[in-house]
T-cell receptor, first 116, second 108 residues
Framework: ETGVTQSPTHLIKTRGQQVTLRCSSQ?????VSWYQQALGQGPQFIFQ???????GRGNFPPRFSGLQFPNYSSELNVNALELDDSALYLC???????????????FGPGTRLTVL | AQRVTQPEKLLSVFKGAPVELKCNYS??????LFWYVQYSRQRLQLLLR??SRESIKGFTADLNKGETSFHLKKPFAQEEDSAMYYC??????????FGPGTRLSVLP
C-alpha cells in the first residue's frame, strides 16, 4: 500500500500567475481533501472531492479549483495568485467505504508555495 | 460560524508529569471532534477521534458538550510525545476546521 504523495515539493511563483499542485492519493482512496496551511497556523480546509466531484468547500474564492481523476490522483489549481496564497498546501485522502476507518485522513507531505 | 480554539501555542512539561492540551469549539450542530499530531519531520496524522472513545499512546480526550471542549490528556508525558497537536472539528460530514495548534515540549 503506497502513501499519499504530492508534487512539487517547493514552488515559487509571482503575483498574478496560475499554479497547479498535484496529489496522488493512497491506493484505493476515493476521497481527497485539500488544505492551506499558512506559517504558524493550522490547516484550513479548501475543498473535498469524492468520486471526481466537489463534495464540500471551505471559505475560499472560486480562483481555487480542483480536479480528481479516476486513477485517484488530483489537482489543486489557483488562478491569479496573491501574496497571501504563500503557504503549505496539503492533500489528504480517505476512503469512507473502509469499515472502522471512515474518519481517517492520510496526509501528504505538502507543497510549499511561495508567491513573490 | 464554526471555530476551534487552542489557547496555548506552546506547552512545556517535564517527563512523567500530566499533560492537558486544551481545545474549545463553537458549532451549533452535533460536533465531530478529532486530535491530529505532527511529529518532527513527519506528516500530519490522526491521533484520536471522539466518536471512538479510544486511548491512543496513552492519550484520551472527552467531548464535553456543555463546555464545548475536547481537551487532550495524558497522565504521564514521555519525551516522544513532543510534537505539534491540532484539534479539529468536522461539520456537514466532510468539512473540517482546524485549530491553530499547540506545540508540546516534554522536557527530560
Amino acid at each position: 500500500e503506497t502513501g499519499v504523495t504530492q508534487s512539487p515539493t517547493h514552488l515559487i511563483k509571482t503575483r498574478g500567475q496560475q499554479v497547479t499542485l498535484r496529489c496522488s492519493s493512497q491506493s484505493g482512496h476515493n476521497t481527497v481533501s485539500w488544505y492551506q496551511q499558512a506559517l504558524g497556523q493550522g490547516p484550513q480546509f479548501i475543498f473535498q472531492y469524492y468520486r471526481e466531484e466537489e463534495n464540500g468547500r471551505g471559505n475560499f474564492p472560486p480562483r481555487f479549483s480542483g480536479l480528481q481523476f479516476p486513477n485517484y490522483s488530483s489537482e489543486l489549481n489557483v488562478n491569479a495568485l496573491e501574496l497571501d496564497d504563500s503557504a503549505l498546501y496539503l492533500c489528504a485522502s480517505s476512503d469512507p467505504r473502509l469499515a472502522g476507518d471512515t474518519d481517517t485522513q492520510y496526509f501528504g507531505p505538502g507543497t510549499r508555495l511561495t508567491v513573490l | 460560524a464554526q471555530r476551534v480554539t487552542q489557547p496555548e501555542k506552546l506547552l512545556s512539561v517535564f517527563k512523567g508529569a500530566p499533560v492537558e492540551l486544551k481545545c474549545n469549539y463553537s458549532y451549533s450542530g452535533s460536533p465531530e471532534l478529532f486530535w491530529y499530531v505532527q511529529y518532527s519531520r513527519q506528516r500530519l496524522q490522526l491521533l484520536l477521534r471522539h466518536i471512538s472513545r479510544e486511548s491512543i499512546k496513552g492519550f484520551t480526550a472527552d467531548l464535553n458538550k456543555g463546555e464545548t471542549s475536547f481537551h487532550l490528556k495524558k497522565p504521564f508525558a514521555q519525551e516522544e510525545d513532543s510534537a505539534m497537536y491540532y484539534c479539529a472539528l468536522r461539520y456537514y460530514g466532510q468539512n473540517f476546521v482546524f485549530g491553530p495548534g499547540t506545540r508540546l515540549s516534554v522536557l527530560p
